[in-house]
């Protein structure tokens, strides 16, 4: 990956600095999209904060010499050979498999690809009860670990840490100009250029997105390479995915149409789902242009592998303000705007609608980040609200649409009037921005610094 060349900085490593520090003994799950830098980040924290760091990937050599020692230890258990009184078995497997290996808290295991071996994910809860040792396990498709019944929960035994592709202040600190884009004032108090210029980097991002070798590319030789990168890893995550429903009409064309559907349903559908469920929604999508085998039920397989694997995300909505009326999964985001913009450009969205789609889907991103339930749209009448956020500590409601032109929309402007929302925020382009009425207007591309009050 790139990123061996160029070394970008990630926020998630002062999470990673965090649990070291105050460790609890649990295990730390480290979840994520394929190919969003998990293994790369772990290794650099592990080599800088550990005297002693063991790596080990099912998938490689390393996984079957560890299975083949457990099983030896386990034989010599049961002969006799081992003082079954005396000997913890997982440990006297580390010790075999490495001389690094010191039960301490100066030692770290990683288990890379952990989904690949449930006889090594069962062991978790051993790692975390019985060892000083820290445990960091990383997983790309953790589905499978809800899919399949060998799979035991370790959940008591377990931290949880999801690493997601680049954030929009990662992607302007690996182009140095975090400081100017932190100093920035969210109301147009800064100078013009300055303005245009993060903006600019901010039109960048949403066609390159967050993937770390996409940047790095990106980062070397600007945009001359990426789709053809893209290709790669849309490619390899749906073949990947496929290999994991061996046998089954879950082919990589079915996962790519399936994708390219999600898509579809974002652009046709601007008040939440027309069928009775998303389910159905993607359905009709696939069978209509792709593919008229395809079942609902394979649909809500590919739907939940997808989320599992983190390469989507949902959104809730809001009905009428009525917050005991909130319907689940109504809307489902790429969790990379980059991947979001080329499979726009495949399924041949025009730019025009591409544009705010993206726009939106940067917004709903920066969320996830902000807030700490589902992101939910709004519908209020025959009228839909982009996005609806409730603050569950003083009960404000706050409601954002994110605009291209002048028109200051509708359905926001009766929510405010009609006292339904406390604060109205409007996320525009190159806006001067200002506050008045209860009403925040910024440039969308500083929403990530924006606060609810």
Known sequence: MGEKTIDLKRDAYK??????????????????ARQVGKTYLVKKFARENYDNVIYINPLEETGEDLLTIYDAVKEERLSGKLDREKTN?????????????????????????????????????????????????????????????EFWSPMGDVDFLEIKPLSFTEF?????LKKLYDGLDLYGNSNKNDYELIYDKYKDYLEIGGYPEIVCEYLKNNKDNVYVLFEKLLRVFCEESSRYFDGDILTTRVFEDCISAIIEALARDKKGIKESSYTEELQQIITKKYSSNITKENCNRVLQWFYTSKFVKDCDKLIDF?????????????????????????ANILMSEARGLLNEAFVYNCLLDKIPTVPMLGIYGDGELDFVYRDRENGQVYGIEVKSGKNPGKTITKSLANGKIDFAVYLKGLTQGGIANKTYTIPIFLFPRFEFI
């Open 15 to 32: 999470k990673l600095l965090e649990w070291k520090n105050n460790h609890n003994n649990k295990v730390l799950l480290i979840e994520g």
């Open 89 to 149: 078995s997982l440990k006297e497997m580390f010790r075999r498999f490495s001389n690094k290996f010191k039960d301490s808290e100066e030692c770290i295991i990683i288990i890379d690809e952990i989904q690949e071996s449930y006889k090594i994910y069962n062991m978790i809860r051993q790692f975390a009860r019985e060892f000083t040792t820290h445990f960091i396990m990383i997983g790309s498709y953790l589905g499978r670990v809800v899919m399949q019944k």
């Open 172 to 176: 302007m600190q690996a182009l140095n």
């Open 322 to 346: 009525d917050f005991t009326n909130i319907k689940k999964r109504q809307r489902y985001y790429l969790s990379d705007v980059g991947m979001a913009n080329f499979v726009m450009k495949k």
